[in-house]
């Protein structure tokens, strides 16, 4: 997949700017705060319609504006067709519009999937430090963007999960009601059950390659799977569990309890690792995430690499260059403040097309190489 042109108008601090990008590294260089991830984030909520940081919508229009607009023309290689128009907008006051060569959506998770993308950013620390729910949504973002049926099961257990959640506050003593939530639950949290299992089984072998090269050997690490569902039924665990979810007012057992076990070395990283092995480790799960979603649809996604270097050695940094400028990857966009290392890193370990976009305070100026 490519991103030939954005155009952007409002979105967050980008009052306006109009780019054009090369086929393969995209760098954009500036100072902290001046918008660089901003630019970044616009791709993402193309591609995912939501921005990466989670924000409302509201809370991503320009500070005194009424609206935002991204627009991007996308062409995906493989298949060989027409480029799409992909346009997002949002009004304060109103909802958010999603089009596709000028076709609104009826619904957004019919979008989810259609342009493939993997970010790496400074946030995605929070999946080795912050709590199972991140690891949860970070392997829920990348089955979802190649199974539209594990999209429709996440989205129905959670709602049922919402909806037995209301019924414990409530201190309902209605069986019925509760065999016919917990029935569906079962059906739908074993189908994501089994769907993570073969993920992580196959992921997990990608990941440590990776890993090895970002490392050049130097680290073992590995991922394993948590789950309630891998030591029986959910129904059974459910209906069992009852009373004590009655007293602590939610439900204690299924799939939305599930964790990804981070280890370097056989421990958990997040208690051994040192800045520059978490670094690699996230870089490495990132990477892996890519060669997935490549491998399973046969498009190539687009890579967002936000402040990756950060807190890597030279030695690091390279290896980085080099794993990202293979033939494997396709069009690839990187921001970073200091523009002389940049442009020197890419001339010494890339040699393919690269591009240089100065970034200002929220203004973009195009250095094309």
């Not at 060989?80 to 949002?90: E, H, K, R, V």
């Not at 089955?143 to 919402?162: F, R």
Request: aromatic residues 10%.
């Amino acid at each position: 997949m490519l991103l030939n042109r954005l155009s952007i108008i409002n979105y967050k601090n980008i009052a306006e700017a109009s780019l054009n990008f090369c086929d393969g590294i995209n760098c954009f260089v500036g100072n902290n705060g001046v918008g660089k991830t901003n630019l970044l984030d616009s791709v993402y909520y193309l591609a995912c319609t939501k921005s990466r940081s989670g924000l409302m919508d509201s809370l991503n229009v320009r500070h005194g504006e009424q609206f935002f607009m991204i627009q991007g023309e996308f062409t995906d290689e493989p298949s060989g067709s027409a480029p799409m128009l992909i346009q997002a907008g949002y009004k304060v006051g109103g909802r958010k519009n999603f089009k596709n060569c000028g076709k609104d959506y009826q619904r957004m998770a019919d979008h989810i999937g259609l342009i493939p993308v993997v970010i790496v950013s400074p946030s995605d620390s929070n999946l080795i430090e912050d709590w199972s729910d991140n690891r949860r949504k970070f392997i829920d973002g990348v089955i979802s963007q190649y199974s539209k049926e594990y999209l429709y099961h996440l989205i129905k257990y959670n709602t049922l999960l919402s909806d037995r959640n209301s019924y414990l506050k409530q201190q309902s003593d209605d069986e019925v009601l509760y065999e016919a939530c917990e029935a569906q639950m079962a059906e739908s949290g074993k189908y994501i059950f089994e769907a993570r299992s073969k993920f992580i089984e196959e992921f997990a072998k990608v990941f440590n390659e990776y890993y090895a090269k970002i490392s050049m050997d130097k680290e073992q690490v590995s991922l394993e799977y948590k789950s309630h569902l891998a030591t029986g039924d959910l129904r059974q665990m459910l209906e069992y569990s009852r009373k004590l979810d009655l007293i602590v007012g939610h439900t204690t057992k299924g799939i939305h309890k599930d964790d990804l076990d981070m280890l370097l070395g056989g421990y958990s990283i997040k208690k051994v690792g040192s800045q520059g092995q978490n670094k690699s480790f996230l870089l490495a799960l990132k990477f892996a995430q890519f060669n997935y979603l490549k491998r399973i649809t046969g498009r190539t996604p687009i890579l967002l690499l936000d402040d990756i270097f950060d807190k890597l050695d030279a030695e690091r940094m390279e290896q980085i260059i080099k794993i990202v400028s293979d033939d494997e990857f396709g069009q690839i966009f990187i921001t970073d403040t200091n523009r002389d290392n940049l442009d020197a890193l890419i001339k010494r370990t890339s040699g393919g097309e690269y591009r240089i976009f100065n970034v200002s305070e929220g203004a973009v100026s195009d250095e094309t190489c």
